[in-house]
């Protein structure tokens, strides 16, 4: 072994590995680092495996498990907890969105996420995101990025009316014709994108790409070197994505024993990204979403659960997805929680899990032989989690379970204040008046006036709780101050 005095090592003893290759774990074991890289995994002998006077740092994993950092192949950095597709698309200006997105960025390293690919945002500010990171201006975890999500009329992002069309401030970029999307991939490339992104059909009861369309666009993308995704939901776009040759596949809700058992056989990995629509149901109290979205919703996840269980009954290959950016799945909350998620619609156990969570997805990374797995020779981006995730995977994103996260050998550093730190996208910048003026409410004392898009007596009746409960818990720290 050639060492350098210059050399920084890094050892972790004592602790539980998981190696994210679902091999079983080892007790008592140690994990040995020189610069990015493993050098070894087992028992290591300080005087003959480092070289005396090593700039050495030892953590000691005591207790706790020590294992691959997460991998997050579903991770919108521009959306910034958004509560409304304009929030995310048109009323924060770029250079605004790009430095609330590096603020937000240090959030998902912190919990434990030491790689993620964003399948979309606004403008370039992904690949602007990834460079800043490789040069240490921002804070975050490894980076792969797409660009806007290519999108047909029928498609996930044309959301605006044809007589507003979809703004260059969207996450989407309209391109119904093959030359169109020829155009915007290779426009996408010049900008120094990692993959390409197609946004199909939103609920997946039709396909809105054809399939000699997403033919075209994988062969494109892989000749300019470039990886290629897809979000699709429905059985149709699904099975015409695997026989394009897609390098992942994003959510797969619906789906035929013919797709599953083609979806399987291709090994591409499917990152359900199921954790956003589980909380739409789980948690619709608390985020006051319209019961017409949570009852959507609910019969989705529960065709979603029959579908991804004989899914992984066929062998299909799974990879962690989470869809944070959202209000409803904020930076650095809920990442982890995915697998917990993963287990229930799939039926795998805790290992894999993890294996889904970590080595499956290093082929978005665009290191596939390099990231996921502990192992010699691999890159050093490593956890030590206060727990056994094996027993409990909440020990994955519970608060004060993460003990370290370690970037390229690199033990990582955070604010005290990371945890409550919130920053969202501009909304409504522009007001008018928030009250419904009438000659009987201002002049008679009238009723307000309800229009369709008002708030229900329940919904008020909620915020007016809401606000009393943290009046007191106000007035409770004041005077415990």
């Not at 200006?93 to 937000?104: S, V, Y």
């Not at 029959?306 to 869809?323: I, N, P, S, W």
């Not at 969202?424 to 307000?448: C, K, S």
């Amino acid at each position: 072994m050639d060492v350098k005095m210059t050399d920084k090592w890094l050892l972790i003893e004592n602790g539980t590995v998981i190696d994210g290759d679902a091999n079983p774990p080892r007790e008592d074991c140690a994990v040995l680092v020189r610069d990015a890289r493993i050098v070894k995994i087992g028992s290591v002998t300080r005087e003959t495996d480092i070289p005396r006077g090593a700039d050495l740092t030892v953590l000691d994993a005591r207790g706790k498990t020590v294992m691959p950092g997460l991998i997050d192949i579903h991770c919108h950095m521009t959306y910034g907890l958004a509560r409304t597709e304009e929030e995310i698309s048109v009323y924060t200006p770029p250079e605004l969105r790009t430095l609330i997105a590096a603020a937000n960025i240090e959030k998902v390293l912190a919990a434990g996420v030491t790689s993620i690919s964003q399948p979309g945002g606004s403008y370039f500010i992904g690949v602007g995101l990834r460079e800043g990171i490789r040069r240490g201006l921002v804070h975050g975890p490894r980076m792969t990025t797409a660009g806007r999500y290519l999108t047909t009329s029928n498609g996930l992002t044309d959301w605006f009316p044809d007589a507003t069309g979809v703004p260059e401030s969207s996450i989407g970029r309209l391109t119904n014709t093959p030359a169109e999307m020829v155009a915007e991939i290779r426009r996408q490339k010049k900008a120094g994108v990692d993959l390409i992104k197609l946004a199909d059909s939103p609920y997946g009861d039709f396909q809105a790409f054809t399939n000699d369309e997403l033919k075209m666009a994988a062969d494109l993308a892989h000749q300019l070197g470039l990886k290629i995704t897809i979000h699709a939901r429905g059985s149709d776009e699904m099975n015409a994505a695997v026989a394009a040759g897609f390098d992942h596949i994003m959510h797969g809700n619906y789906m035929s024993d013919e797709t599953i058992a083609n979806l399987a056989a291709s090994r591409i990995p499917l990152a359900p990204t199921q954790l956003f629509m589980h909380h739409i149901v789980e948690f619709a109290k608390v985020s006051r979403n319209r019961r017409s979205i949570v009852d959507a919703t609910a019969r989705m996840n529960e065709a979603t659960m029959e579908t991804l269980h004989r899914a992984y009954q066929a062998g299909v290959k799974f990879a962690m997805g989470t869809d944070s950016g959202f209000a409803t799945v904020p930076y650095g909350e809920w990442h982890a929680r995915e697998l917990e998620i993963l287990m229930r619609y799939t039926g795998m156990s805790a290992l894999e899990a993890i294996q889904a969570g970590t080595k499956h997805g290093a082929n978005a990374m665009g290191l596939p032989d390099d990231l996921g797995v502990l192992a010699v020779g691999k890159l050093a981006d490593i956890i030590v989690v206060d727990g056994d995730p094996l027993k409990d995977i909440r020990a994955l994103y519970q608060p004060g379970k993460m003990s370290h996260v370690i970037l390229n050998g690199v033990v990582q550093t955070f604010p005290e204040d990371i945890r409550t730190r919130f920053l969202r996208n501009d909304y409504l910048p522009h007001e008018y008046g928030w009250e419904l003026l009438t000659y009987d409410r201002v002049f008679e004392g009238g009723e307000a006036p309800k229009t369709q898009l008002d708030w229900s007596g329940e919904q008020r009746l909620d915020l007016i709780n809401d606000l009393r409960k943290q009046e007191k818990l106000g007035a409770a720290h004041a005077v415990a101050e």
